[in-house]
């Protein structure tokens, strides 16, 4: 279970808001590394800014007991450096509103700021997941309703239903998903009720 309070909060605090680059050793091996510029931070959970060498790659909201090691010596300055000169770090300036109190409010707060998510769920000893890609319906209790579309731009039959606890990793606005959703056609699983009303 994840305690409510993360030792690592007081290392993180230095780089709020810093404008400087940092490099986090996370134990999920699904996804080991996030680089980029942390832009939120509560007593458990983080939100970064990240980058893909020099390409900017969304936000990613992860929990702070994942992290084994943070970076940030000569090599993220170097990195700084040669950004800040490429003119890339716009989404310094243009964060997401994300209430970072708990994984429920990032979730629901997420989804008024953009349309839609990736959400994961990690496995701690091997490289593994769930991954979903869509839209969040609803957070009730410690069940999450997520519309998936699927890797031919389909949503799924189905709403899925995931347990609340076993979200490691929510991303905003990254490539990968601005770019795929844009080619994803039909109706949501939740939305297809209202939908066949509407047209009777």
């Known amino acids: 279970m994840i305690a409510d309070y993360s030792p690592r909060y007081e290392d993180l605090q230095p780089h709020l808001n810093s404008r400087q680059k940092i490099r986090i050793e996370r134990r999920r091996p699904a996804n080991p590394h996030l680089n980029g510029y942390l832009v939120g931070l509560s007593p458990r959970l983080g939100m970064m800014h990240c980058f893909n060498d020099f390409q900017p790659d969304g936000y990613t909201i992860f929990y702070l007991d994942d992290i084994?090691?943070?970076?940030?010596n000569e090599y993220e300055r170097?990195?700084?450096h040669m950004l800040v000169a490429?003119?890339?770090l716009q989404g310094l300036d243009t964060v997401?509103?994300?209430?970072?109190r708990s994984m429920a409010t990032a979730l629901t707060s997420s989804t008024q700021a953009v349309d839609?998510?990736?959400?994961?769920?990690?496995?701690?000893?091997?490289?593994?997941q769930d991954f979903y890609i869509g839209k969040l319906v609803s957070v009730e209790g410690k069940v999450v309703e997520f519309d998936n579309f699927d890797a031919l731009g389909s949503w799924d039959e189905k709403t899925h239903r995931i347990?609340?606890?076993?979200?490691?990793?929510?991303?905003l606005e990254t490539d990968y998903l601005k770019r795929f959703s844009r080619?994803?056609?039909?109706?949501?699983?939740s939305q297809r009720d209202t939908a066949s009303q509407s047209n009777q």
């Open 68 to 72: 084994e090691d943070i970076r940030s």
């Open 116 to 128: 839609m998510l990736v959400v994961e769920c990690e496995d701690f000893d091997r490289d593994i």
């Open 86 to 88: 490429e003119g890339v």
């Open 78 to 80: 170097h990195w700084d």
């Open 163 to 171: 347990e609340l606890n076993e979200i490691t990793l929510v991303q």
């Open 96 to 100: 997401p509103n994300v209430n970072l």
């Open 183 to 189: 080619y994803v056609t039909g109706v949501p699983a």
